[in-house]
């Protein structure tokens, strides 16, 4: 009877002391939630997707709640309120909540896109398009302030167009509805974002004839950001994101535009998966997904320079002041 007790008492401790270490071990891999807030929903934003989708945040013990909130205003208005805690949005609204004067600065720590993600679409097919023949044109563009119109004019500005004098520019409709403005006849030129140049292209509304993005070289388009408290406060669930999306961008140098386009297909249900290829493919070729996350000086120079060419740049930022490398680097590394 004492043998079978001692016996017993021996198993039971080996379960106590079993049971106790895995809950340890769960603990010690507790899922952080990371609640992200992407500008909209675009193939231009792969890599975001693929990291999610191929569970590179998953290795790094990241659960990622994704939030589309349509446009940067409402995007950063809800990081701003803390209704996320990383925006994906363009660098410039990092640099117009600082000028407000703002105690707990926007940090933008993993670059996503290098390149402006716009295409310039023509209603008539055009044979050797030359940048002059926009003059005198009817151009619908993008709203005052944001990084499309901004880059749009500074590309039409290299290449000798004043947009307020020598186009008829059209600037007052909203982003969601500058597509359907030039599909119902406004417009002889339209900046567009895929996949909607190119589907307008495959049902005759209109022609691709130029790539602002390839114009424009590289600037930081679109960015990974945090409030300043809230990389101090979660420097470790910083790092883990950066280096799931650096695992990302390298799948996504690496991976054919088919094989990316199969991997987000679920994020663009509307979307046929030949034509999610098509556009990634026209994204890879002229380099517009960064394929690491440092946002470097040169980049952020060029940045303010278009914005203080559209005449949007409230003041002159050092990059050190909004944006952190040091996360990046470690990643890439």
Not at 298 to 318: H, R, V, Y
Request: charged content about 25%; overall charge negative; hydrophobic content about 40%.
């Amino acid at each position: 009877m004492k043998k079978w007790i001692r016996s017993g008492l021996g198993v039971l401790l080996i379960l106590t002391l079993t049971i106790g270490l895995t809950a340890c071990g769960e603990k010690e891999e507790a899922v952080q939630k990371v609640r992200v807030a992407e500008v909209t929903r675009s193939i231009f934003y792969a890599p975001e997707y693929v990291a999610i989708e191929k569970g590179f945040f998953k290795e790094e013990g990241l659960d990622i709640e994704l939030t589309t909130t349509w446009g940067g205003d409402k995007t950063m208005t809800t990081l701003l309120s803390n209704g996320a805690d990383v925006a994906l949005v363009g660098s410039e609204t990092s640099i117009y909540v600082h000028a407000q004067g703002s105690d707990d600065p926007v940090i933008n720590f993993a670059q996503l896109t290098q390149t402006d993600g716009t295409f310039l679409v023509s209603r008539e097919k055009v044979e050797n398009f030359e940048w002059d023949q926009l003059k005198g044109s009817t151009f619908l563009g993008q709203r005052k302030g944001g990084m499309p119109q901004m880059v749009g004019e500074f590309v039409l500005k290299q290449h000798g167009i004043d947009p307020q004098n020598d186009l008829n520019l059209i600037q007052n409709i909203d982003f969601a509805n500058v597509a359907n403005a030039f599909a119902s006849g406004t417009g002889d030129y339209v900046q567009l974002f895929e996949p909607t140049a190119s589907i307008f292209e495959q049902e005759g509304k209109g022609h691709i004839v130029a790539s602002f993005g390839t114009e424009s070289g590289h600037v930081p388009y679109t960015t990974f950001m945090a409030k300043d408290s809230y990389m101090k406060e979660n420097k470790e669930t910083v790092e883990k994101f950066t280096k799931a999306l650096y695992k990302a961008q390298q799948w996504v140098e690496e991976h054919s535009a088919a094989d990316i386009a199969k991997v987000i297909e679920p994020y663009f249900e509307d979307t046929e998966v030949d034509l999610i290829e098509t556009v990634v493919d026209r994204y890879k070729s002229q380099g517009s997904f960064a394929t690491d996350p440092i946002l470097d000086e040169e980049e952020w120079n060029n940045l303010q320079a278009i914005m203080d060419e559209a005449g949007e740049l409230p003041q002159s930022i050092d990059h050190k002041t909004l944006v952190n490398t040091s996360i990046a680097e470690k990643a890439a590394k």
